[in-house]
């Protein structure tokens, strides 16, 4: 199975920072890999897939990079609606795996 | 609109069944894989598995953790998708989602609201 960390696991921010969360998998996964964000007994919400592609409706300060093994989520400006856990998910080979997930919370 | 909605979950004991169902509206549910995934309280998503569309025979894919327990089924003359558990452990206790893929590769990007199954004697 292709395992995805995550990095930080947790981060303070305030609003309006430049936040950024790294995930790396365990063997290269081309550009197949999606983020989510969730909230407290929400289902998760898909923000960007292939990578760097914003899903439609996700506000352009969500950004996504990277390919075979190094991932970055990035928040231009963070905004109070953006205070959730943020997850990658790749996409390359069965079974489909998470990372462990960074909980984003307000400084 | 455009939504999911799952019901069927409950308490359960080790060892017992139970069938988790999935109801789509608003939009064509027949051209879409689907997914399968859970989430265990204080914890990260889970993929559970995915069964195709009709045009890709319906087969199926499973995560070895259910493998061989759980069946994944469609009825796209219902608009339905079903999650059969059977043999169920303390482990499976956990919040189930289903999950619309639009493109197989590029994530889920409609979920329903989830439906809790607890396993406990």
């Known amino acids: 199975d292709i395992q995805l960390t995550q990095s930080p696991s947790f981060l303070s921010a305030s609003v309006g920072d430049r936040v950024t969360i790294t995930c790396r998998a365990s063997?290269?996964?081309?550009?197949?890999l999606a983020w989510y964000q969730q909230k407290p007994g929400r289902a998760p919400k898909l923000l960007i897939y292939?990578?760097?592609t914003l899903q439609s409706g996700v506000p352009s300060r969500f950004s996504g990079s990277g390919s075979g093994t190094e991932f970055t989520l990035t928040i231009s400006s963070l905004q109070p609606e953006d205070f959730a856990t943020y997850y990658c998910?790749?996409?390359?080979?069965?079974?489909?795996?998470f990372g462990g997930g960074t909980k984003v919370e307000i400084k | 609109e455009v939504q999911l909605v799952e019901s069927g979950g409950g308490l359960v004991q080790p060892g017992g069944s139970l069938r988790l169902s999935c109801a789509a509206s608003?939009?064509?549910?027949?051209?879409?894989?689907m997914d399968w995934f859970r989430q265990a309280p204080g914890r990260g998503p889970e993929w559970v598995g995915r069964?195709?569309?009709?045009?890709?025979?319906?087969?199926?894919e499973y995560a070895a953790s259910v493998k061989g327990r759980f069946t994944i089924s469609r009825d796209d003359s219902k608009n339905s998708l079903y999650l059969q558990m059977n043999s169920l452990k303390t482990d499976d206790t956990a919040v189930y989602y289903c999950?619309?893929?639009?493109?197989?590769?590029?994530?889920?990007?409609?979920w329903g609201q989830g439906t809790l199954v607890t396993v406990s004697s």
């Open positions: 998910q790749q996409l390359n080979s069965y079974p489909r795996t």
């Open positions: 069964i195709r569309n009709k045009a890709n025979s319906a087969t199926t």
């Open positions: 292939t990578a760097s």
């Open positions: 063997q290269g996964i081309s550009s197949s």
């Open positions: 608003g939009f064509t549910f027949s051209d879409h894989y």
């Open positions: 999950a619309r893929k639009t493109i197989p590769t590029h994530g889920s990007d409609l």
